[in-house]
């Protein structure tokens, strides 16, 4: 088994088209569509993989969407526990107007997961073998309970694995009020964690760290768009700023961004380091169009940049 394994319990089919202009009634020709498996923890996996790592992806999948889902991670060469479930596996679709180079991102909503169908998933990862790593990562759909991972944190802990989640609303409370090594929230959701209305950037360290005194977390990183990210321990604060590149899309960047740091983290970086591997991995993720993510000489590349600095 992967000592790095993530869940993701709203996985989804990412369809990525493009369009000359977007226009009311009218029949729109789209381009050839782009199709990859998608969902929070399903990106940490496929980068990790990018990267060349090892990781193991556990997640519900149901129907035919969910069979063509399984077929494209194995094409991807992802190891995976796919928990079967009634319900059909979500679409997603992206859409770039080429006149304009916006893009627009539908996201369907969550399927249903029954009770069984989650607690066979949380079952998954109690029954896994020393993990290094826990990566929860993304929405929670109709059915699963609010504080799944704050459970799962626990499960991290009984298991001596370092417990990494990148969620947000009443989902993120509940994991940062049980603990665990690492949180990545954006600036709104670090302030929300705090009852924070339009937190600054400036007040990023102070409030990061209360949350770290409380034994809400060992780690916060806090992602900033194309700003990059901040890093926050007891003793140390880092921040990193990337390169200007060609931005083509913005999805999956965060997701890159995670699992940039906790691949750098398992192979012995500290955690500056760390940092800056994570930012590359989601400034090189917007690189490229849709949902394909991360290329690993682009993150290379702007890794040195960084280091540098």
């Not at 499960?155 to 989902?171: Q, R």
């Not at 009852?195 to 360290?205: F, K, M, P, Q, R």
């Amino acid at each position: 088994m992967s000592k790095i394994v993530t869940i993701t319990f709203s996985p989804s089919i990412d369809k990525t088209t493009a369009i000359p202009a977007l226009i009311p009634e009218t029949k729109l020709r789209c381009a050839n569509p782009k199709m990859e498996p998608g969902g929070g923890g399903i990106n940490v996996a496929r980068v990790i993989k990018k990267l060349g790592g090892e990781v193991t992806a556990v997640f519900p999948s149901g129907g035919y969407m969910g069979k063509f889902f399984n077929h494209m991670l194995q094409r991807e060469n992802v190891p995976a526990i796919a928990v079967h479930t009634i319900n059909e596996t979500r679409e997603s679709i992206v859409v770039l107007e080429e006149s304009t180079n916006n893009q627009y991102r539908f996201g369907m909503p969550g399927v249903e997961l029954f009770e069984n169908e989650w607690k066979q998933c949380v079952q998954v990862i109690e029954k896994l073998k020393n993990p290094e790593f826990i990566v929860a990562s993304g929405s929670l759909p109709p059915g699963v309970p609010l504080d799944i991972y704050g459970r799962l944190a626990k499960v991290a802990k009984n298991g001596n694995a370092k417990f990494v989640v990148d969620t947000s609303g009443e989902a993120l409370k509940h994991a940062a009020e049980e603990g665990v090594y690492l949180l990545k929230p954006n600036l709104s959701e670090l302030g929300s964690l705090v009852g924070v209305d339009n937190l600054d950037i400036a007040n990023v360290e102070e409030v990061a760290k209360s949350l770290i005194h409380k034994s809400h977390a060992e780690v916060i990183v806090v992602s900033l768009g194309a700003d990059g990210a901040i890093l926050v321990t007891e003793n140390e604060t880092y921040r990193a700023k990337p390169p200007a590149v060609d931005r083509k899309s913005t999805v999956g960047a965060g997701d890159s961004m995670v699992a940039g740091i906790v691949w750098s983290l398992h192979r012995g970086m500290n955690l500056k380091q760390a940092l800056h591997y994570g930012v590359a991995c989601g400034t090189a993720a917007t690189m490229n169009p849709g949902t394909e993510l991360c290329h690993l000489q682009d993150v290379e590349n702007i890794f040195n940049q960084l280091s540098k600095v």
